[in-house]
Every structure is written in structure tokens, then in C-alpha cells.
């Protein structure tokens, strides 16, 4: 039973542009999400958060977007760069799955950054 | 200040055999959490231990899994009998805040052969 979806394992997007990676989740009673960036043999690096009483969050070139009613979040990379050629993880907390304090993953994105 | 350190990074047992893996969280950090990734998946919740208590284990196998977090030294997550679906990288994370403010170690790779 898969809470939190990635639905896209891989995204390959110009330098310069705008990368959008998308994540649906189903558990209502989820309401705090978080997005983890990870590079091969790393642990995930924290990147940007949302809580559900937001509908957006802003920190540099990364923005998330929450859509409660729709149960689908965001995160917005512009401009895209070289560096943030990795896997991406949409995480979510407060449903079950993940804990009293844990955290429900989705299964990541590949995003690949093309010179 | 060091950020959380797993070791050993790289670890193969043979089926059977116990597998230890060491966290040590930050300085300052008094919640530690295990994940499990296995190949092509996502991060898996295992265990939420703070000092000397497990707070929630709903994600730990009920056999041959367990954890622990001593008043003095590294969190310790323990395989016994490993099988190869065991092979996997284990992450472990701290926090001093609870969920909302994570930071991974660089995890543990197992391969049982």
C-alpha cells in the first residue's frame, strides 16, 4: 500500500530550466511534507518543507506546492542546474506507515540535468 | 560538529551470520531513526528509539530485528540470521526535534551472499 507516489522514476530536463517533480499521496491524515534530494552512496540531504495549513513554501530556486484537495504536491527547480542531477524523495508525516514520529517515503525521482 | 556517522559503511555477511550496525547521531541529538531502503524503493520507516527507550518500532520485522539506544555510545541495529532479502542500505537518521528536523548519516550497505 503505497501512501506516497512517485509515479515519474526518472526526468531529464535542460540546464537552465524549469524542473517540476510531482508527488501524490493518499493518506489523509498526512500534514507535513518534505522533500529529501540524494546523491548515489549519500544519505538524503534535507531540501524544503511544507505543512498542510500552507499551500506553498519558497527557499532560493526551490519551491513546493500543496494541493490538499487534490492530495498532490510539487517542487519546483528553477533555474536547474548541473549539481542537482539526482534522486529526489517526497516524504510525508502524520499518517501511519511511517511511525508516531516517522516518515512515509515515495519511491524517488532520477532527475537528470542535460548540458 | 560531525554530522550523524554509520558504520560500517560497506558490510557482507553470509546467511546466517548477525549483522551490528552502528549510528552515532549528532552531538546534541536525542531521537535516532532507522530506514530501509531496498534496491528500486523508496526509504522504509524501521524503528524510533530516543536514550535508552524504543519510542516505535511498527516498521521493524518481528523476527530477527532488533534495536537499541544505550544511555552511553552509538545506536545499534542488529540482523540476526540474515537472509538475502535483508540486503539493502540501512540509514539511520537523528533529529533533536523530532520529524522536523532530520539529518541522514551516509548509511550502511548490506549484501548477504
Known amino acids: 500500500d503505497q501512501q506516497v507516489k512517485q509515479n515519474s522514476p526518472s526526468l531529464s530536463v535542460q540546464e537552465g530550466r524549469i524542473s517540476i517533480l510531482n508527488c501524490d499521496y493518499t493518506n489523509s491524515m498526512f500534514d507535513y511534507f518534505l522533500w529529501y534530494k540524494k546523491y548515489p552512496a549519500e544519505g538524503p540531504t534535507f531540501l524544503i518543507s511544507i505543512s498542510s495549513i500552507k499551500d506553498k513554501n519558497e527557499d532560493g530556486r526551490f519551491t513546493v506546492f500543496l494541493n490538499k484537495s487534490a492530495k498532490h504536491l510539487s517542487l519546483h527547480i528553477v533555474p536547474s542546474q548541473p549539481g542537482d542531477s539526482a534522486v529526489y524523495f517526497c516524504a510525508a508525516s502524520g499518517g501511519s506507515g511511517g511511525g508516531a514520529d516517522g516518515l512515509t517515503f515515495g519511491k524517488g525521482t532520477h532527475l537528470i540535468i542535460q548540458p | 560538529n560531525a554530522g550523524v556517522m554509520q558504520n560500517p559503511r560497506h558490510l557482507v555477511r553470509r546467511r546466517g551470520q548477525e549483522a551490528r550496525l552502528r549510528c552515532s547521531p549528532m552531538k546534541g541529538h536525542s531521537h535516532v531513526y532507522w530506514y530501509r531502503q531496498l534496491p528500486e524503493e523508496g526509504l522504509k520507516f524501521m524503528v524510533y528509539l530516543q536514550k535508552e527507550n524504543i519510542i516505535d518500532e511498527s516498521g521493524m520485522p518481528k523476527e530477527r530485528f532488533s534495536a537499541e539506544f544505550p544511555k552511553e555510545g552509538p545506536s545499534i541495529l542488529r540482523i540476526q540470521q540474515v537472509v538475502r532479502g535483508d540486503s539493502a542500505a540501512y540509514f539511520c537518521?537523528?533529529?533533536?526535534?523530532?520529524?522536523?528536523?532530520?539529518?541522514f548519516g551516509s548509511g550502511t550497505r548490506l549484501t548477504v551472499v
Open positions: 537518521a537523528s533529529s533533536s526535534t523530532g520529524v522536523y528536523g532530520y539529518t
